[in-house]
């Protein structure tokens, strides 16, 4: 996608100036300052903690500021609420999901808007879904049954739903700001496609976006300007043409590129951790391959590829039709998840909010949640002292920044959530992990963490397969790549030598 036209415009549309804030007394935003154009996209880059989302938050009234100017078209204005921001034209789409999931396509997308009614009474059931289909015309997205319950939807599709929410405006209402957070964490390659074609036309209209991301690959691709925070402060603002990505990366953390994906320092075994004869589920068919001890085996493939549903198979979430999985020299035709957990096999789900954590227990909890029959007492009553030594050796091994076991997963940040995940995998040493999206939504200082831990792990003997679709990801840490494409493994190559581009070649068999 070539770079998007820009409407160059003298005054800010918004700008932010001496933005202060402080929790207890400690400091997460220090006089910082942003401003949006009009026809421009805005990136927003820096680590978890480097105070994007509490400037976001500022921005959407959703928490006051100890100190802020906020200015639109050069004219003071104040945002103290939610509702005063929405009459000033900013939308935010979110990285996490705010859905009912027991209402329909429809219901969800006017939620915060009224429904329309026969007589003022009964709700135009009709009426509303007519709307919901005109506004995802609108996006290009028409696979999208409006009827369908939002919890029978793919993520991908879910966080779609959420993004047309933003764009369902009134006549009296129209938006100006589209302030988006990850917006493409949960989408598929071509989702994000769609959405920076929105994008683009958002910019042509003349609106101003905020994009924040962590990818980089995405945002050299549409931005304009990129202005990256740590520990509270704007460190700079740049024009994404002045500046490359290990420029970005440096102002983020301090560190090299090349320090983010550590390298392998003693080779992988060669005895065999598990071995695939022939899998056949609903999803994938005829799937064979050998992971070898302290091997790490990337999956590549676009989305539907059957990916995530061998890894399912792998794990006896998915039911195997046929073949058998063996794992260290036992073959197992019959396969449960608790089985799998029993006898070795670890699993890090693709989506770590609804499928990998209990967001409203505590980091303790949801630690050792597969291994409270090892914790209890005579397999009834919890050791709480244990619980809590337990997850607390397994939350350091992982660097996981928290106050604590007790507190809960909720207030922690998504590279720590997703440590959470991974410390719960390690309660019982693993022969094998299974890696969905280890970094999704998950910024580059906690990325560089992951990719340690990885490494750890894989040294210590344990086989791994890694599912991303972050191709320099795979690239940076795979021993050996599985392609696959529609539901069935087309190839296994050594990542070693391989480009992003022939990866990429593979994934489409347009080689």
């Known amino acids: 996608m070539s770079k998007m036209a820009s409407i160059p415009i003298s005054q800010p549309l918004l700008s932010i100036t001496g933005a202060h804030k402080s929790y207890s007394g400690v400091p997460v935003l220090i006089d910082a300052a942003l401003d949006l154009r009009a026809g421009e996209v805005h990136a927003l880059m820096g680590e978890n903690g480097a105070g994007k989302s509490t400037l976001i938050k500022l921005l959407a009234g959703v928490m ?11 004219q003071p204005v104040s945002i103290h609420h939610p509702q005063a921001a929405f009459d000033l034209g900013l939308r935010f789409i979110h990285q996490e999901l705010n859905i009912v999931p027991q209402l329909s396509v429809a219901e969800n997308i006017f939620l915060s808007r009224p429904y329309p009614t026969h007589a003022g009474l009964l709700v135009n059931w009709r009426k509303l879904n007519q709307r919901a289909r005109h506004v995802l015309e609108q996006l290009g997205i028409n696979h999208i049954d409006t009827h369908q319950r939002m919890a029978r939807l793919s993520p991908g599709d879910q966080m779609l739903v959420s993004i047309v929410r933003a764009f369902a405006d009134d006549e009296t209402r129209q938006a100006s700001i589209y302030v988006m957070d990850e917006p493409t964490a949960s989408l598929s390659g071509q989702e994000s496609a769609m959405l920076f074609r929105v994008i683009d036309s ?38 994404a043409s002045s500046v490359q990505p290990p420029d970005i990366i440096r102002m983020m953390t301090g560190r090299t590129l090349q320090q983010i994906y550590p390298p392998r320092e003693t080779p992988h075994g060669s005895r065999i951790r598990l071995e695939a004869r022939g899998l056949q589920t609903a999803a994938v068919s005829n799937v064979t391959f050998e992971l070898l001890e302290g091997q790490i085996l990337g999956i590549a493939g676009l989305n539907g590829s059957g990916r995530t549903e061998l890894l399912r198979a792998l794990m006896g979430a998915d039911r195997l039709l046929d073949g058998e999985i063996v794992l260290d020299g036992l073959a197992m035709r019959r396969l449960s998840p608790k089985m799998a957990w029993q006898r070795g096999i670890a699993y890090v789900p693709e989506e770590r909010r609804s499928q990998g954590l209990v967001l409203t227990r505590s980091i303790g909890n949801n630690i050792t949640l597969p291994q409270l029959r090892h914790l209890s007492r005579a397999g009834m009553l919890l050791n709480h002292d244990m619980e809590y030594q337990t997850s607390q050796k397994l939350g350091d091994s992982v660097r996981l920044k928290a106050k604590g076991p007790a507190q809960t997963v909720r207030q922690l940040s998504g590279g720590n959530q997703q440590k959470v995940v991974f410390a719960r995998a390690l309660t019982r040493p693993p022969q094998v992990m299974l890696l969905d999206e280890p970094t999704r939504g ?6 560089a963490d992951i990719y340690a831990l990885i490494r750890q792990i894989s040294a210590s003997g344990t086989g791994i397969m890694m ?11 795979s021993d050996r790549i599985l392609v696959m494409r529609g539901g069935q493994l087309v190839d296994q190559v050594d ?15 347009a080689g």
């Open 64 to 74: 006051p500021a100890d100190s802020i100017q906020i200015a639109m078209r050069g």
């Open 202 to 239: 958002l910019k042509r209209q003349g609106c101003a976006i905020l994009y924040v991301s962590h990818r980089m690959d995405e945002v050299f691709k549409i931005a304009d300007r990129i202005t990256v925070m740590r520990d509270g402060r704007v460190v700079d603002t740049r024009a």
């Open 467 to 477: 599912v991303s679709s972050d191709l320099p990801e795979l690239l940076g840490l």
């Open 495 to 509: 990542a070693e030598g391989l480009t992003e581009e022939s990866l990429l070649t593979l994934c489409y068999g």
């Open 442 to 447: 998950v910024d580059v200082g906690a990325k």
